[in-house]
């Protein structure tokens, strides 16, 4: 497809100020659809259900019996122990509480761990399409992204032969995210354990973003690379309670890292945001512990898949093509066929159809024939937004 120039008179200015930074961009389409009464988001990436009932309800009793003072810097002993636990029995990560600390959600730990990990100059390898806010962490400390190319056909799985390729003597760390936002492609096993060779051979850190293994689909199984032999201690684990619980606002994430990181990130968490809020930690232990928290998974995944096919089914009906979306929230969707750069495409729904979807462009400049399209919304309104979007899209593919 030929773009067409960002400079399209179509587009206002507002959005075309922003549109070579992605969380910029993003953050300026949710401002616009903000002012439209009736607009139905299908952008961003927090989920719409609410947080299970047990969860809310250990954090009410943490405050009544006056729980609140607060914690340790790297995080409640108790929520340490539980992640350890948890990463011990469910991923296989050889880890105890001292290599787990608590964040202020998965957007702090990211900075932190930037912060920790890089010197100026240090290259970063990044798999293209990716989540801008690691752009602005890696230039916060000083660093360079390096792009590893990922395609449609391969459903946007991370190649060891890419990966190995995008190598300089400059590069100190591999990123991956796995369920992929914006994909919601994974990177499966065997690739995985082929680039935790890589990463061995070149002596890279590898940073794994975990935020949502919880939510796969057709059969296809989440694998962290920091269980493979050898591994942990050169691989920093991401995640958090906002996806896999709805825990959005509750702002706490977690990193699991060698202890000297941890550390590392400890000292540095003290003199900015110090600890996370103590009635959320409660909360993550009951989002660990409780055994109400499988039934409530279990409904979140039934609800989300139905979702999901919702949403592809109606692409297919458009006639838009779309990757494979193994995991995550998302419809990672090749919107070429409608002649227009995805920006464009993406201001038209929200200004005609009064939907917000990102465009592809918010992650990663290569990406202006893609829409990122979540289903985090309920289905009513799912086949409303659908129901926008079809003659909007059929106008433009048929000329």
Same mark, same amino acid.
């Given at each position: 497809m ?5 400079a ?13 930074d992605g969380?910029r961009?993003?953050?300026k389409?949710?401002?616009m ?26 954090a ?7 729980k609140t ?6 995080g409640? !002993?108790?929520l340490?122990?539980a ?29 932190? %761990?930037?912060?920790c ?13 990716r989540?801008?806010?690691y ?8 660093g ?34 796995? !369920?992929?936002n ?16 890589v ?7 590898? %940073?794994?973003?975990? %935020? ?10 989440h +694998? ?9 201690e ?14 959005t606002?509750?702002?706490?994430g ?13 000292r540095?968490k003290?003199?900015?945001?110090g ?6 930690q409660?909360a ?10 499988a ?13 999901r096919?919702?949403?592809l089914r ?10 494979? !979306?193994?995991?995550?929230? +998302? ?6 066929s ?14 005609e159809g009064? %939907?917000?979807i ?9 990406w ?23 003659p ?8």
């Amino acid at each position: 497809m030929t773009e067409k120039p960002l400079a399209n008179p179509n587009i206002p200015e507002e959005v075309r100020a922003v549109a070579s930074d992605g969380t910029r961009l993003r953050y300026k389409l949710v401002e616009m659809a903000a002012q439209i009464k009736d607009a139905i988001t299908l952008g961003r990436g927090d989920p719409d259900l609410p947080t299970p009932p047990h969860i809310i309800a250990a954090a009410e009793t943490a405050m009544r019996a006056g729980k609140t003072a607060p914690t340790p810097v790297a995080g409640l !002993p108790q929520l340490r122990e539980a992640i350890a636990a948890k990463l011990q029995a469910e991923n296989g990560i050889p880890v105890g509480p001292e290599n787990v600390i608590v964040t202020t959600g998965g957007q702090e730990a990211l900075y932190l %761990i930037m912060q920790c990990l890089l010197d100026p100059g240090d290259e970063v390898l990044l798999p293209d399409p990716r989540y801008t806010s690691y752009d602005e962490a890696i230039h916060a400390a000083g660093g360079k992204m390096v792009l590893v190319p990922t395609d449609h056909a391969d459903a946007f799985n991370l190649r060891p032969e890419a990966v190995e390729a995008a190598i300089t003597p400059r590069t100190k760390a591999l990123l991956i995210v796995s !369920p992929s936002n914006p994909t919601a492609g994974i990177v499966t096993e065997d690739r995985l354990r082929q680039i935790a060779e890589v990463a061995e051979r070149h002596n890279l850190i590898v %940073i794994s973003d975990e %935020i949502y293994e919880k939510f796969l689909y057709d059969g296809w199984q989440h +694998f962290s690379v920091a269980s493979v032999p050898g591994m942990a201690e050169r691989t920093i684990t991401l995640n958090g309670f906002s996806k896999t619980f709805a825990m959005t606002g509750w702002r706490c994430g977690y990193v699991a890292a060698p202890t000297d990181f941890v550390d590392a990130m400890t000292r540095v968490k003290a003199h900015t945001t110090g600890p996370t809020a103590t009635i959320s930690q409660w909360a993550g232990i009951s989002a660990l512990t409780a055994p109400e928290s499988a039934a409530a998974l279990a409904d979140f995944q039934r609800i989300y898949t139905e979702r999901r096919a919702l949403v592809l089914r109606s692409l297919k009906e458009m006639g838009l093509d779309y990757s494979d !979306p193994r995991g995550a929230f +998302f419809a990672w969707t090749n919107s070429s066929s409608t002649g227009i750069h995805a920006m464009e495409l993406s201001y038209l729904l929200l200004k005609e159809g009064h %939907i917000l979807i990102f465009p592809g462009n918010a992650f990663g400049e290569n990406w202006g024939g893609y829409l990122r399209i979540s289903f985090l919304q309920p289905t009513d309104q799912l086949e409303e937004a659908m129901t926008r979007m079809r003659p909007i899209v059929e106008r433009y593919r048929s000329r």
